[in-house]
């Protein structure tokens, strides 16, 4: 996960099963505009848009690990930790280049060993 895009890496089955890939999430980032306010206002919309198009991929879990190379993720486990659906989930996070889909679902299979 970063600012830009989210993929999201889920088991085939709630319970069971091998992880997959459950989609691919993208922020559109916002345009150009001459009002830092409102600037700021429309970022933060479109990060809760982003953020929420995510947790839609990851109802009913009890545990979400969420790697990436920014800051992106602390603020997706503060979403989660104010998101009443997610508020008992145990949200992890590691700092993890970007890598492939395969690659990616090899390390988070290791995550959950």
Partial sequence: MDSQQAIIVGRA???????????????AGQGSNSNENTAHNAERTLQQK?????????????????????????QFMHFLANTPQFKNAVAKESTANKMSDEKLIEYIAEVFR
């Avoid at 089955?13 to 922020?27: C, P, R, S, T, W």
């Avoid at 198009?53 to 800051?71: F, M, R, S």
């Fill in 13 to 27: 089955q709630v319970d069971a099963g091998e992880f997959v890939i459950l989609g691919h999430e993208k922020n």
């Fill in 50 to 74: 982003y953020f929420k198009e995510i947790a839609g991929y990851i109802q009913n879990v009890e545990e979400v690990h969420i790697a990436g190379t920014g800051t992106e993720q602390e």
